[in-house]
């Protein structure tokens, strides 16, 4: 027998071998009767049943069957950084979580499905502030606006919220920095207010807007607004805007707010601006005016100072003439420019009856303000 045959003869008797034990070791599977496979390729094991489930693992499926299914990841929800001042970040995230579902929820409003980065967009601010002058006495304030571009009619549309001053707000008399922080008078009157605006097709030299809401809770006002800016001129230095506001609401009527402002840049760092603001309605007395020439420094990191001379008046009320003065604004920002601190001093000669003397009246604020959202 030659050495080949030798070798094929001792592999089958090896893999007999294997073959035989397996099956002694395995005799459930190979019972009586049945032919022992030939080869490992034909080799068949079945495996012995399993134990049945114990009343603990039963349980278990049934309650992991009865668990509601899991609640669907908050779309607006975005993980940040809180290592510098937890509570200021927790603050900041909640109110953009919420004005994010609220530009969703509003959205669902004229049949879109939900533009998650257009309600990430959500942007505004909350201030709190607190004022002193011998004149008005003391005033604490809490004000807030929130504004959202919505996706509908070509991004055109937009939703409001806030709370602000209501001759400010209704009259469109939000005037800019130093101008917006002057010392609030004891009968301003403050509420809540919300709605939509719509904007028409703008250009490099006009602007304008339509708005519709309500204002304050009990009763609430209902007011229509049509903004409109018009730049009529400007080069590298200069810029004049006229910005007019017909308006109505169910206090004032029909009225008309005529801002007029005149901007020339000094340099780099250095602003001066001459604004004058009037209003004229059904149930004002005349002509309700405020001019004002302020000078802006802008310093580094953010800070800002301001120096302002202002007067205001009515042109039919008992004393035409109700307040001039002057004023320093001074803005720092703080916590990398999360929150802004901003601090007024001024002095000015208020009267309202001309049958008194008027005399001077030192005033002092201080005003915290928080940015949130995308700018």
């Excluded at 800016?229 to 206090?251: A, G």
Aim: glycine share 8%; aromatic share 10%; charged share 25%.
């Amino acid at each position: 027998m030659s050495d080949r045959s030798t070798r094929r003869a001792r592999g089958r008797g090896c893999a007999t071998l294997l073959l035989v034990l397996l099956a002694a070791t395995q005799a459930r599977a190979f019972p009586p009767g049945e032919p022992v496979p030939e080869s490992i390729e034909d080799l068949t094991i079945t495996p012995a049943p399993s134990a049945p489930p114990s009343e603990e693992a039963v349980a278990q499926i049934e309650y992991e069957a009865e668990k509601p299914p899991p609640t669907p990841a908050n779309p607006c929800a975005e993980d940040r950084a809180t290592d510098t001042m937890p509570m200021l970040d927790e603050t900041r995230r909640i109110l953009e979580e919420t004005t994010c579902s609220a530009a969703l929820w509003a959205d669902s409003l004229f049949g879109e499905k939900g533009d998650i980065e257009a309600a990430r967009a959500v942007h505004g601010h909350v201030e709190i502030s607190g004022a002193y002058s011998q004149f008005d006495g003391s005033k604490f304030r809490v004000r807030m606006d929130v504004r959202a571009d919505l996706p509908t009619l070509k991004h055109r549309l937009n939703a409001f919220i806030g709370r602000d001053n209501e001759n400010d707000f209704l009259r469109d008399r939000s005037e800019g920095f130093a101008l917006r922080s002057q010392f609030p008078r004891l009968d301003d009157r403050e509420g809540w207010l919300g709605g939509l605006g719509y904007s028409l097709p703008e250009t490099d030299r006009f602007r304008s807007e339509f708005r519709i809401g309500v204002h304050g809770l009990g009763p609430p006002q209902l007011f229509l607004q049509w903004r409109t800016r018009l730049n009529l001129y400007s080069d590298e230095r200069n810029v004049f805007y006229v910005r007019m506001t017909p308006f109505w609401n169910t206090d004032d009527g029909v009225g008309l707010t005529g801002n007029f402002d005149w901007s020339h840049v000094l340099s780099a760092t250095r602003l001066l601006r001459l604004s004058t603001a009037a209003t004229r309605s059904q149930k004002t007395e005349g002509i309700d005016w405020r001019s004002a020439v302020i000078y802006y420094q802008s310093l580094r990191q953010g800070r800002a100072l301001a120096f302002e001379n202002f007067v205001r008046g009515s042109t039919e009320a008992p004393e035409p003439l109700g307040e001039f003065g002057m004023r320093v604004v001074y803005r720092e920002p703080i916590f990398a420019q999360r929150l802004y601190v901003e601090t007024v001093i001024g002095y000015s000669w208020p009267r309202n009856d001309p049958s008194l003397p008027r005399d001077g009246s030192f005033g002092t604020g201080v005003s915290i303000d928080m940015p949130f959202g995308k700018t």
